[in-house]
């Protein structure tokens, strides 16, 4: 009840959240750098295959719970990759171009490794740092390959290795090196970084990243004999506050923001809850939720959620998901898809979550409409798939892009603490 009442007198912003007052006012003692994140391919978003990849990456084993439509006819994608010097250099300002994947399902980065420009995935659910390599036994057309002897400041750590799994048999492994970092203008020298000499067939036939950053908490770095920090750790103590924030885009270019909490990408205040890191994750409490105007239901289940930059959909629990679909006029979970779909021409209702004990972040229903996913044979309707769908049964709920683009959203190493705030 106490939180209720809270949740009550707060203030509702129409874009997405009830906040906490929050000191935000930082003053520039370091540095600070931004980075872009820009859309990535140039095929339609296709909801599966997001779905597949967050549930590969997390081992989360799907089961069958609806049908298959007689009159569905699903839609197959390609997409084309862009290369990486497509994809902007940072200037004197900082600022580096940060692109989406088949529209708003995966969205890139330039990073420069010893003076080369790879395209990667900026990760806040994982903590390796990792490159497709010249090392590799293995053609990888369409990747650009970081290659080791030709960089001056690359250093082998003889005797360290590193092997990480996302789940079932997505992984990659082999040795680890060192070598100067430069995002967006920030540089890390030596940082740690694992350069496979195998990887998961996933990520070979994934052209539109040629490895990921990751920005969780080091403890589940899986370099051995040794964890290593994460670029975000090591960075941290130059920044004028060691925070990352994160201004998401429905469409086009969005941002990442190291060292300082801009107010111009925010209005109102921003709403803190604080981050249990003991897993890894940016983990925090999620005790509440509500469909659209609906009354506020306690999740009784998984009641806690991670904020994930490398997960495109929200992935909830399944009773919470039946719920929010049940708002939702013919929509259907079709097992061929893995997920609810229903007509295109929907309005769908928001979706809220409460953030912590004190703070409702409200996502707009027509953010949750992800993509077009096929078509009804009979009526000849579009068909589309929703950004919420099952998170399988795990231990979490996934709160992707789906949710992040919602808001301004800020990754704090100090507590550790996430923030929430509404965008302009």
């Known amino acids: 009840m106490q939180l209720l009442q809270s949740l009550f007198f707060a203030l509702f912003f129409s874009y997405g959240v009830l906040s906490l007052p929050h000191g935000s006012g930082a003053q520039h003692k370091a540095r600070s750098f931004k980075v872009e994140r820009v859309r990535r391919g140039t095929g339609a978003l296709h909801g599966p295959s997001a779905l597949r990849k967050a549930y590969r990456k997390y081992g989360i084993v799907p089961t069958n719970l609806g049908i298959d439509l007689v009159d569905f006819e699903p839609i197959t ?12 250099e940072p200037d004197q300002t900082g600022a580096v171009s940060a692109t989406s994947v088949e529209d708003d399902a995966e969205f890139v980065s330039p990073v420069i490794i010893g003076g080369q420009k790879v395209v990667m995935t900026f990760d806040t659910g994982s903590s390796d740092f990792w490159v497709l390599d010249t090392r590799l036994n293995e053609t990888l057309p369409g990747h650009t390959e970081y290659n080791p002897s030709n960089s001056s400041t690359f250093q082998e750590m003889d005797g360290y290795s590193f092997n990480v799994s996302y789940g079932d048999s997505s992984y990659a492994a082999g040795p680890v090196g060192k070598d100067t970092v430069n995002i967006g203008g ?60 994160a201004s998401l885009k429905s469409d086009g270019v969005g941002e990442y923001e190291f060292g300082v909490i801009d107010k111009s990408k925010y209005q109102g205040d921003i709403a803190n809850v604080s981050v249990d890191s003991s897993n890894g994750y940016w983990q925090f409490s999620t005790p509440q939720y509500r469909v659209a105007d609906g009354d506020l239901k306690p999740i009784e289940k998984v009641n806690t959620s991670i904020a994930d930059t490398g997960t495109s959909l929200m992935l909830l629990n ?24 229903y007509p295109c021409n929907t309005s769908l ?9 004190s703070s409702l972040a409200t996502v707009p229903g027509n953010l ?10 009979t009526t000849g309707q579009a068909l589309c798939y929703g950004g919420i769908q099952s998170n399988g049964g795990t231990s979490l709920q996934i709160l992707g892009d789906i949710f992040l683009k919602a808001f301004f959203v800020v ?4 507590g550790p603490s996430l923030g929430v705030a509404a965008p302009k």
């Open 77 to 88: 994608t390609t997409h084309t990759a862009v290369a990486a010097s497509d994809v902007s």
């Open 186 to 245: 920030a540089i890390v020298k030596d940082q740690a970084f694992g350069i496979p000499t195998e990887v998961s067939e996933s990520f070979i036939e994934d052209t539109n990243s040629n490895g990921l950053v990751g920005m969780g908490f080091s403890s589940i770095n899986t370099i051995q004999p040794e964890a290593q920090n994460t670029f975000f750790a090591n960075v941290a103590p130059s920044l004028d506050v060691p925070v990352m924030t």
């Open 318 to 341: 399944e009773d919470i998901v039946t719920a929010y679909y049940a708002q939702v006029p013919n929509s259907t979970y079709v097992d061929s898809v893995g997920g609810y779909i």
């Open 349 to 357: 209702p928001s979706f809220s979550i409460a953030i912590g004990e």
């Open 368 to 377: 949750i409409n992800f993509s077009k996913v096929g078509t009804n044979t």
């Open 411 to 414: 990754f704090d190493m100090r």
